[in-house]
T-cell receptor, first 116, second 113 residues
Framework: EAQVTQNPRYLITVTGKKLTVTCSQN?????MSWYRQDPGLGLRQIYY???????DKGDVPEGYKVSRKEKRNFPLILESPSPNQTSLYFC???????????????FGSGTRLTVV | GDSVTQMEGPVTLSEEAFLTINCTYT??????LFWYVQYPGEGLQLLLK?????DKGSNKGFEATYRKETTSFHLEKGSVQVSDSAVYFC????????????FGTGTRLKVLA
C-alpha cells in the first residue's frame, strides 16, 4: 500500500530534550515536506526537500532541522524543544515530474507532540 | 501575497442535506486547486483537484469547479452522510515548479443523523 509513515503518533517530552520524528514514504516520491497544524492557523510548512540532499526552509523553520540522506526518509529534528512547538505535525510527499504542482500530497497520519 | 480563504466553521447539517463550503483564493499565475479531507485522528487525504480554469474535480459525490473569474473553488455535495463529518481544507499550489502549497484554515463539518 502506498503510504507515508510517521513515528511516533504521540509524544510527550520535556523542554530541551532533543527528539526526532521519523517519516518514510514508499512511493519513490522526490518531494517531501513537514507541516505543523495549529488551531485557527491551518497548516504551515516547516521544511521541504525537493530530492536527496536538497532541503529548504518553509514558512516556520525556526527551532527545527531536517535531513534527506535517502529518498524515502525525511526526519524532523527538534534539537531543543520548547512549549511553543507543541503541535500536530504532518509529513507529506508528492511526485515531481514536469508539473509538480498538479499532483497533490500524500500525508502521513500525524504526530501529536506535547512539550512540557 | 498568495492566500486561501475558507468559510468559518463549524458547519452543522442534517443527513441528506446539501453541502457548500466556500473557498476563494488569491494567487499570481494559474495555480492548481485542491480539497483535502481530514477525518478525526487521521492525516489529510486528497479529496479532489482541478488544475486549470473551468475544470471540475469530483470524488465520492463531492464536486468543485475552478472558477478563475471569481477566484473560487467551492466544495459541494448533494446529500451528505454522517460519515462525511470531518475537517475540509482548501489548498492551492503555485505553478512554475515551486512546490509551494498554501492551505486554508479548514472548515469543520458535522453531519447529524
Amino acid at each position: 500500500e502506498a503510504q507515508v509513515t510517521q513515528n511516533p503518533r504521540y509524544l510527550i517530552t520535556v523542554t530541551g530534550k532533543k527528539l526526532t520524528v521519523t517519516c518514510s514514504q514508499n512511493m519513490n516520491h522526490e518531494y517531501m515536506s513537514w507541516y505543523r497544524q495549529d488551531p485557527g492557523l491551518g497548516l504551515r510548512q516547516i521544511y521541504y526537500s525537493m530530492n536527496v540532499e536538497v532541503t529548504d526552509k518553509g514558512d516556520v523553520p525556526e527551532g527545527y532541522k531536517v535531513s534527506r540522506k535517502e529518498k524515502r526518509n525525511f526526519p524532523l529534528i527538534l534539537e531543543s524543544p520548547s512549549p511553543n512547538q507543541t503541535s500536530l505535525y504532518f509529513c507529506a510527499s508528492s511526485r515531481s515530474g514536469d508539473r509538480p504542482q498538479i499532483y497533490g500530497y500524500t500525508f502521513g497520519s500525524g504526530t501529536r507532540l506535547t512539550v512540557v | 501575497g498568495d492566500s486561501v480563504t475558507q468559510m468559518e466553521g463549524p458547519v452543522t447539517l442534517s443527513e441528506e442535506a446539501f453541502l457548500t463550503i466556500n473557498c476563494t483564493y488569491t494567487a499570481t499565475g494559474y495555480p492548481s486547486l485542491f480539497w483535502y479531507v481530514q477525518y478525526p485522528g487521521e492525516g489529510l487525504q486528497l479529496l479532489l483537484k482541478a488544475t486549470k480554469a473551468d475544470d471540475k474535480g469530483s470524488n465520492k459525490g463531492f464536486e468543485a469547479t475552478y472558477r478563475k473569474e471569481t477566484t473560487s473553488f467551492h466544495l459541494e455535495k448533494g446529500s451528505v452522510q454522517v460519515s462525511d463529518s470531518a475537517v475540509y481544507f482548501c489548498a492551492l499550489s503555485l505553478p512554475s515548479g515551486t512546490y509551494k502549497y498554501i492551505f486554508g484554515t479548514g472548515t469543520r463539518l458535522k453531519v447529524l443523523a
